[in-house]
């Protein structure tokens, strides 16, 4: 019963971060998941972009490393606010009611991805 989880093809952490602080804790971060992960770097975003309400770079990782990757970002977040979702094929569905976050829940503009 319940959805499919093999229509998962894939993961993003979206990192984010609003002032010099939060970003010098958002390049340690990066540079933890480069280390130790099989994970792609998304560019830096200084400020918000699409649906996100705040500077952020996106992590891009395969299911299989998820187990590994979230536990980390758990224990190694540095205080900042971390939204995990899925890769379905539905936008709005995997940034809402599918997401995961780590800290605060922001508010995401829905109406972006509803655009799309």
Same mark, same amino acid.
């Given at each position: 019963?319940?959805?499919? $989880?093999?229509?998962? $093809?894939?993961?993003?952490?979206? *990192?984010?971060? =609003?002032? +010099? %602080?939060? /970003?010098?804790?958002? $390049?340690?971060?990066?540079?933890?998941? %480069? %280390?130790?992960?099989?994970? /792609?770097? !998304? /560019?830096? #975003? @200084?400020?918000?972009? !699409? +649906?996100?309400?705040?500077?952020?770079?996106?992590?891009?990782?395969?299911? &299989? @490393?998820?187990? #590994?990757?979230?536990?980390?970002?758990?224990?190694? /977040?540095?205080?900042? =606010? *971390?939204?995990?979702?899925?890769?379905? !094929?539905?936008?709005? @569905?995997?940034? $809402?009611?599918?997401?995961?976050?780590?800290?605060?829940?922001?508010?995401? &503009? *829905? @109406?972006?991805?509803?655009?799309?």
């Amino acid at each position: 019963m319940g959805e499919e $989880t093999s229509r998962i $093809t894939g993961f993003h952490a979206h *990192i984010y971060f =609003d002032d +010099p %602080a939060s /970003r010098d804790a958002a $390049t340690q971060v990066r540079s933890g998941l %480069a %280390a130790n992960f099989d994970v /792609r770097l !998304g /560019r830096w #975003h @200084e400020q918000p972009i !699409g +649906p996100h309400p705040k500077a952020m770079y996106q992590v891009a990782f395969s299911p &299989n @490393e998820f187990s #590994h990757v979230v536990p980390w970002l758990m224990l190694n /977040r540095q205080g900042l =606010d *971390i939204l995990i979702h899925p890769e379905t !094929g539905n936008d709005v @569905e995997d940034h $809402t009611s599918h997401a995961l976050w780590l800290g605060q829940k922001l508010e995401l &503009n *829905i @109406e972006f991805l509803r655009q799309l």
